[in-house]
């Protein structure tokens, strides 16, 4: 059989994902993201637009510094600060690539950028040039290419490869683009650009017409071999092309595509969750691969097909992408071995002091629901390791409310081994509860957004409460879990307060 060509995945969470609206990302949940992507087997992670601020030079450098086998990738406009900048924050990377874009289309040429093709191609060039001597792999985007004159695309693509662009990147940047005629540009490029031969092909599809996996892989199919992509598909606007759908077509239909990715499938959903809650974005439960349903058999037909045999349903094992099923797995007498021996085997490994943490938090949960499932354990770990200081923690939460009954909360919370006590009444237990909070922390937040999902099913499930709060001028996401909802209301703005006492902090250092 002949062997597979491979086609490197390019992951811009970090960088187009957090362009997302509402979606920001501190220093430490994007190095979390950065560690699960090279555990995932990214080839290429774009880690941000160093020049843009200093959190986002910091953070570029913070992932450079740690990440060992992806490379990292840093965007910069056509611009010396630019190229400069993101040459600063790749540097420490063991693989490094700078990234430089510039508008090719009519449209952007005429509106935006005020300038002319020759004048557009030589910036481009030098954008390139200026690269290179940074850094030895160099990848350049025509912004808009997808609505630009292939002529004038053909022609920039030439010289910037002779100027030393080692990948070519191809971005549907309004996502207007669709599968044949994007293929079509690819092949296109594949047959006229005279040195082509020396770059890599590269897509990058935006999901404005729910096109973006589609346009994608038929790229793929015109030669294209690295693709740009998001987890979950966050991004810009309507997202990016979503890297899970993309590797399993790719991985599923190998047949078809004829290829093979670096991706070790089975971390996608532990990925998948991590940029969920870092984002504050829920999956919603019908998307392909990582959603809820998306391995559930409803109808008793499909049911009775699957036991007799899997694959007259399901054209993916479950496990393959750590997809777990919501079997038993431990309950209130479950010791402290079977508790780590079934983490580890969904893939957590915690060190001594967190394992003591959320071992307790188990035996709490397991003494008020019966059955503790992994999805019940995943969320109790990531709800008890976090990512920031616990300066405050939650000790009760006791309310009256109802029917005709004014909601009074009384939240006793602690910090430094001191307990503070307050009362509080409001429209709703919520509110009560949180105006509670911010009496006892004296920071004021703001509740842009909230939601509650149940971790699993059942009328005992674990509830899990996402917040979403501006405090101290800036908007953060938390999440907390409890059977009881109004507890993960409470824990989940607690974890608020905490993650902006703790930027607040390391902003300080
Ligand atoms: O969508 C786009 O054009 C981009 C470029 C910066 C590659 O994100
Ligand atoms: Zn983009």
Redesign the pocket.
């Known amino acids: 059989m002949a062997k597979k060509d491979k086609v490197l995945i390019f992951d811009?969470t970090l960088r187009?994902g957090e362009q997302a609206p509402g979606a920001s990302m501190n220093e430490k949940e994007k190095l979390e993201i950065a560690y699960g992507l090279e555990r995932l087997g990214i080839d290429i992670i774009e880690a941000g637009f160093p020049v843009i601020s200093k959190g986002d030079f910091d953070s570029v450098q913070m992932v450079a510094k740690h990440i060992k086998t992806s490379t990292v990738c840093g965007?910069a406009r056509s611009i010396k600060k630019d190229i400069e900048a993101a040459a600063d924050a790749v540097k420490p990377a063991k693989k490094k690539r700078i990234?430089v874009?510039l508008a090719t289309s009519k449209i952007h040429l005429q509106h935006k950028l005020r300038k002319s093709e020759d004048e557009i191609l030589k910036m481009a060039v030098d954008a390139v040039t200026l690269a290179r001597q940074k850094v030895d792999d160099v990848e350049f985007?025509p912004?808009?290419a997808s609505r630009s004159e292939k002529e004038f695309l053909f022609r920039i693509l030439e010289a910037v490869i002779k100027a030393g662009a080692t990948t070519v990147?191809i971005?549907?940047?309004v996502g207007y683009g669709v599968p044949s005629e994007y293929g079509r540009l690819i092949a296109d490029i594949a047959n006229n650009v005279p040195n082509i031969n020396k770059a890599i092909i590269s897509t990058?599809c935006?999901d404005d017409l729910g096109l973006a996996v589609a346009n994608s892989l038929a790229g793929v199919m015109n030669g294209a071999r690295q693709v740009?992509c998001t987890i979950n598909g966050v991004g810009?606007r309507a997202g990016n092309a979503s890297l899970e759908e993309i590797v399993m077509a790719i991985n599923t239909r190998s047949d078809v595509y004829g290829c093979t990715t670096n991706v070790k499938t089975k971390e996608i959903c532990r990925v998948s969750r991590l940029v969920s809650k870092a984002t504050g974005f829920v999956v919603p439960p019908n998307k392909a691969i990582v959603g809820a349903n998306a391995f559930r058999h409803e109808s008793g037909i499909h049911q009775d097909g699957v036991l007799k045999e899997r694959t007259t349903y399901e054209i993916i094992r479950p496990e393959d992408v750590g997809f777990h099923g919501t079997g038993l797995v431990l309950g209130k007498h479950s010791g402290r071995h079977a508790f780590r021996d079934r983490l580890k085997a969904l893939g957590v490994i915690l060190k001594d002091k967190e394992l003591d943490t959320a071992f307790e938090r188990f035996k709490a949960v397991a003494d008020k629901k019966k059955q503790v499932f992994d999805e019940d354990l995943i969320a109790i770990v990531e709800d008890e390791i976090k990512v920031f200081q616990k300066i405050w923690s939650l000790d009760s939460v006791t309310y009256q409310s109802g029917t005709n009954v004014k909601p009074q909360v009384e939240v006793v919370l602690k910090s430094k081994g001191k307990k503070y006590t307050k009362s509080s009444s409001g429209d709703g237990p919520v509110d009560a509860c949180y105006k509670a909070i911010d009496a006892i922390t004296k920071l004021k937040g703001e509740l842009i957004d909230y939601s509650i999902q149940s971790v699993t099913r059942g009328k005992d499930a674990l509830g899990e409460v996402m917040v979403k709060v501006k405090m101290d001028g800036k908007q953060v996401i938390a999440h907390g879990t409890s059977t009881d909802i109004l507890e993960a209301s409470a824990k989940a703005y607690i974890n608020a307060v905490n993650k902006t006492l703790s930027q607040k902090k390391d902003t300080k250092k």
Do not use: A, K, R
Request: glycine share 0%.
């Open positions: 811009t187009d965007l990234h874009f985007s912004e808009d990147n971005p549907d940047t990058h935006h740009e810009e």
